[in-house]
């Protein structure tokens, strides 16, 4: 004996899976985003401050999240520093490499070392939070996602 049934509308649940993809995908694109606000406040906290004069807070003041790029394949968020000020920040963020400044190679070389104003402070300042959190990450972007697909 053979059965068959006929599925009436498969075409709407088609059409309806695929829609419900791109709204999870716009919606992991929101989580993302939301951490990498996370991320960004925490490291604005570790980003060095200049002590004193019309520097102070700059670069602190350049970090921000950029809103999530949702492609088929692919969801990014960027946290960036610098604006014009980019070279600074990649000098402040790679510390020590060819971006350095000379003096702080020279104090570098000579043992002295570059003495950031605030402990905690110091270069990889937006890529030692990301660190920090990458452990449980996951599990917060999975349940943003969550609480968001629930009607």
Not at 46 to 66: E, F, K, N, Y
Not at 73 to 85: H, L, M, Y
Not at 89 to 106: C, R, T, Y
Request: hydrophobic share 40%; glycine share 10%.
């Amino acid at each position: 004996m053979v059965s068959s049934i006929k599925v009436e509308g498969i075409d709407i649940l088609v059409k309806t899976l695929r829609d419900m993809g791109d709204r999870v995908r716009e919606i992991y694109g929101v989580a993302l985003y939301q951490e990498g606000l996370v991320v960004a406040a925490e490291a604005r906290r570790v980003c060095p401050v200049a002590p004193h004069g019309s520097s102070a807070g700059v670069l602190r003041d350049t970090i921000q999240t950029h809103e999530a790029e949702v492609s088929e394949n692919n969801i990014t968020v960027a946290i960036t520093a610098g604006g014009p000020a980019t070279p600074y920040a990649i000098a402040v963020h790679e510390h020590l490499s060819e971006s350095s400044p000379p003096s702080w190679k020279k104090a570098e070389a000579s043992g002295k070392g570059i003495h950031w104003n605030a402990a905690g402070t110091g270069p990889k300042f937006i890529e030692k939070p990301l660190l920090a959190m990458k452990q449980t990450m996951g599990d917060r972007i999975a349940a943003r996602v969550q609480g968001r697909l629930r009607p």
